[in-house]
């Protein structure tokens, strides 16, 4: 059973940065697109970054452009998400995500992922 493993969550002070990593069991050929998403306490699982399965694509929504930046090597299987400027209301569960279908254009929803990492916690402190 192919798995998704976050790690690089943990408490830091506003301002500062993290990297967080997604590392998965497998190696598909061809690459998935991969994104991040988040939860906070009371509200709903939201994106905050998506790469394409070319690597050539990010997308990203206001609350985190120019702060965060998602990578992948598909050589190692992972994908990072770098955080920097960070800021109390970016306190959320992190979970990775694969796309269920290969070499289609970035997609948003929830429901076009079907493979999800087990999460990590980001407590931002002001």
């Known amino acids: 059973q192919v798995q998704l493993v976050e790690s690089g969550g943990r408490l830091i002070q506003a301002g500062g940065s993290l990297r967080l990593s997604c590392t998965a069991s497998d190696r598909p050929r061809p690459p998935y697109n991969q994104a991040w998403f988040r939860q906070a306490p009371g509200l709903e699982r939201e994106m905050v970054a998506a790469i394409s399965w070319s690597g050539l694509n990010t997308y990203y929504p206001d609350s985190v452009k120019g702060r965060f930046t998602i990578s992948r090597d598909d050589a190692k299987s992972t994908i990072y998400l770098q955080m920097d400027k960070l800021k109390p209301e970016d306190t959320a569960v992190y979970y990775c995500?694969?796309?269920?279908?290969?070499?289609?254009?970035?997609?948003?929803?929830?429901?076009?992922?079907?493979?999800w990492g087990q999460g990590t916690q980001v407590t931002v402190s002001s």
């Open positions: 995500a694969r796309d269920s279908s290969a070499r289609v254009p970035i997609r948003k929803g929830l429901n076009d992922y079907d493979l």
